[in-house]
């Protein structure tokens, strides 16, 4: 069983900083690609940043030069360090892992349970 644990959200106000963590644990063979999704209330999911296992990143452009992902592979962690934070930034930000968890498994989508951010104006 893959479990995938967030913390580090919380209340800031705008211009203000968080940096959100995902350890993922259980049976873990491989890890693909690690990333942060997030959902404003009435919106649809949407993906933040994603870091591939050989280091390559991607941003929606929304945050391009604000939020910086990285990875620590030893610990099977990603974080994702938010600078700048704007009002708009406000939604429950959710960790995704692709991964294989064994060896005889292909690879599988897991997510965490999400944690809230909200950037006060």
């Known amino acids: 069983q893959v479990q995938l644990v967030e913390s580090g959200g919380g209340l800031v106000q705008a211009g203000g900083s968080l940096r959100l963590s995902c350890a993922a644990s259980?049976?873990?063979?491989?890890?693909?690609?690690m990333g942060w999704y997030r959902q404003a209330p009435g919106k649809q999911r949407e993906l933040v940043a994603h870091?591939?296992?050989?280091?390559?990143?991607n941003y929606t452009d929304s945050v391009k030069g604000r939020f910086t992902i990285s990875r620590d592979n030893a610990k099977n962690t990603v974080y994702l360090q938010m600078n700048s934070l704007k009002p708009e930034d406000t939604a429950v930000y959710y960790c995704?892992?692709?991964?294989?968890?064994?060896?005889?498994?292909?690879?599988?989508?897991?997510w965490g349970q999400g944690t809230q951010v909200t950037v006060s104006s």
């Open positions: 870091i591939i296992s050989g280091g390559t990143t």
């Open positions: 259980g049976s873990i063979f491989s890890i693909n690609v």
């Open positions: 995704n892992a692709i991964l294989r968890p064994s060896r005889w498994e292909y690879l599988n989508d897991y």
